[in-house]
């Protein structure tokens, strides 16, 4: 039998050429270049990459652990409301807001994850308790009043503060979500091959099998929330500090879970580019449709709708499948 | 003050919205005990039933109770549809695949309300809203106990269908054993955009039970559809008995619930039973088959 690990080494191919280096580290470097450039666009830039962000975390727990989850506003709001209450209420800078965030997030993820999964929630019934948690979230800070309960909370701007994660710039959190994106993708892309990854993607693909191989899936499934959720909750922390407001319906609102889900849906779960390139399809779709229905908020939702139902019937491994599926018909083509 | 009639009061109003309950979750088991699916897009449909009886009455000024018989066929026609066109295409794809798409369609249905209709709380002026009848201090609304009513004798129609005829024993040989009901000649195709289609009507027939002292709104559905998750799962997936006895319970349940917790904390009580059931007791307590 060959080694799992070793096979990752020789055959998955985390490897890429030094051309392909090349030309990603000159996009990503071109990239800087952006808000000298073309600043109109930032805005939009810095929602793509931080929904790409996000996206990526539903990513891993559903695109690779297969287990699809309903309710990822949880630790959106969980990292918003972290960082920011510890900033408002104590003064913490939400530099070390973040890193608390993330494991608050991590925690309430790990919780859900041992009740669910040591019950043997799986499919539907999973997706739905993700969304009855993430509800009743919702509903308590609603009556939560030291955390503003309804009215949300308001962050004091200083003005350009570093040391407090502020600026009244948008240059700056173009660069971090940059990097951080970079980051994500580098670490997602590195966690296919691992031991771990692989564990994921076989108990994604038969869990029963995985099992009998061995791999304690209870504990990689675990695993798998809490990245997830330590993902999330990072961008529910920038989100927070960029618009400067939260309140329980923008951050735990069963909407921001169909929006986190959305993008790596349509560009491909259990693909390492694929949340990237939902939300550069999806973003800005969905920027044209509430502008053009601006009388009527929430109408872009239908079309959230009907592209949902048009991606699970058509394109069911979103946009990369279809990629996948043409590159294939060419080689046969050539072959 | 808390008294005995005050609770005797939260009893009779529970059991009479459990009414209502149970069809919504008899339909929603209906679907997911034959198709194994979990129709996210019931309180869509549910929605649609009610603004069906809501126009009707205001603009054709047709009964209430009356307009039940436009919304059956047209929600049996558009149940069917759903089932017919987009998820029998992915029947057999993994389970996840169809809650997204009926998540897709009820987030379809609801915002395409949003846009027709604006986002208002409309109210059906209706002079039967008025009428109560008094027993000592309990007041007993008419239009509750017609909704109670309609919901009911839709049930038992459906479960005399279910135990009496053929059909019904199509449906149910078909959820038992789908290879089995295809080799014994039932076109089990047929079958699945019949039990949509059913289901779809019990939920359009429910929210018209309820227009009368309802407001009507493009995300009302979203109230019942985790009320109806957690009746089903209380009564135990795939039991029809289960789901109709879950529905009285849950309806008195939360009406009690109601005079101890301040409004806006009603629904934690829904989500808790649901989480709370779903791991410790998944086949429901009149133990139904796991899905």
Not at chain 2, 238 to 258: K, P, Q, R, Y
Request: charged share 10%; glycine share 12%.
């Amino acid at each position: 039998m060959a080694d799992p690990a070793a096979d990752a080494k020789t055959h998955l191919g985390r490897r890429l050429s030094g051309r392909t280096w090349l030309i990603l580290g000159v996009i990503f470097a071109g990239l800087h270049a952006v808000p000298g450039i073309a600043p109109e666009m930032i805005h939009n830039l810095i929602m793509i990459m931080l929904f790409a962000i996000m996206g990526q975390g539903w990513n891993v727990l559903s695109g690779y652990a297969g287990q699809f989850s309903f309710g990822h506003s949880l630790f959106f709001g969980v990292g918003a409301y972290t960082s920011s209450l510890l900033f408002v209420k104590l003064g913490i800078s939400p530099w070390i807001g973040l890193p608390c965030a993330m494991l608050a997030a991590a925690a309430v993820g790990l919780m859900i994850a041992y009740l669910s999964f040591r019950y043997g929630l799986s499919g539907p019934f999973f997706a739905l308790i993700m969304l009855a948690f993430a509800e009743i979230f919702h509903i308590s800070v609603m009556s939560w009043k030291y955390a503003g309960g309804a009215g949300g909370l308001l962050i004091p701007l200083k003005g350009t503060a570093p040391l407090l994660f502020q600026f009244t710039d948008k240059a700056p959190f173009y660069f971090l979500l940059l990097w951080l994106l970079a980051a994500s993708l580098l670490l997602v892309w590195k966690m296919e091959g691992w031991r771990m990854g692989l564990y994921f993607q076989a108990i994604r693909e038969n869990e029963d099998a995985a099992e009998a191989l061995g791999i304690d899936s209870l504990g990689f499934k675990m695993r798998a929330m809490a990245i997830s959720a330590a993902m999330t909750a990072l961008g529910g922390v920038i989100y927070a500090q960029y618009l400067l407001f939260i309140d329980p319906d923008s951050t735990f609102a069963t909407v921001n879970s169909v929006e986190i889900m959305l993008r790596p849906i349509i560009g491909g779960p259990g693909t390492v580019l694929g949340p990237l390139l939902g939300s550069l399809i999806l973003t800005p779709l969905s920027e044209i449709t509430r502008s053009a229905f601006q009388s009527y908020s929430g109408v872009y939702m239908m079309f959230y709708g009907g592209m949902l139902v048009v991606v699970v019937l058509f394109l069911p491994d979103g946009l990369m499948g279809l990629f996948r599926r043409i590159a294939r018909y060419r080689k046969k083509d050539r072959g | 003050m808390l008294s005995a009639d005050f609770i005797l009061q939260a009893v009779i109003n529970g059991i009479l919205i459990g009414g209502v309950y149970s069809l919504v979750a008899v339909g929603l088991n209906l679907i997911f005990g034959v198709m194994k699916i979990v129709n996210f897009a019931h309180g869509a449909l549910m929605m649609l039933g009610m603004y069906i009886a809501y126009w009707s009455a205001t603009l054709l000024s047709i009964n209430p109770y009356l307009s039940i018989l436009i919304v059956i066929p047209l929600m049996f026609v558009l149940g069917a549809a759903i089932q017919n066109f987009l998820i029998n295409p992915i029947i057999s794809a993994p389970e996840h695949n169809q809650l997204l798409l009926t998540l897709g369609v009820s987030l379809f249905l609801e915002n395409l309300a949003l846009f027709l209709w604006s986002p208002d709380y409309r109210v059906l002026a209706t002079p039967l809203a008025r009428i109560n009848y008094y027993i000592g201090d309990l007041s007993i609304s008419l239009v509750r106990v017609m909704a109670f009513g309609v919901s009911m004798a839709c049930s038992a129609a459906l479960f005399i269908v279910l135990t009496r005829t053929d059909l019904g024993k199509a449906i149910r040989a078909a959820s038992e054993e789908r290879e089995g009901a295809i080799l014994m000649g039932i076109n089990v195709r047929r079958i699945y955009f019949i039990c949509f289609g059913i289901g779809a009507a019990c939920a359009g027939v429910a929210g018209a039970t309820i227009t009368p002292f309802f407001p009507v709104y493009p995300h009302v559905g979203g109230l019942f559809v985790i009320t109806a998750f957690v009746v089903v799962v209380l009564g135990g997936m795939g039991s029809f008995t289960g789901a109709f006895a879950g529905g009285l319970i849950i309806g008195v349940a939360e009406s009690i619930g109601a005079i101890f917790l301040p409004g806006s904390m009603k629904a934690i009580v829904s989500f808790s039973i649901f989480i709370l059931i779903l791991l410790f007791k998944p086949t429901g307590i009149f133990g139904g088959r796991r899905g």
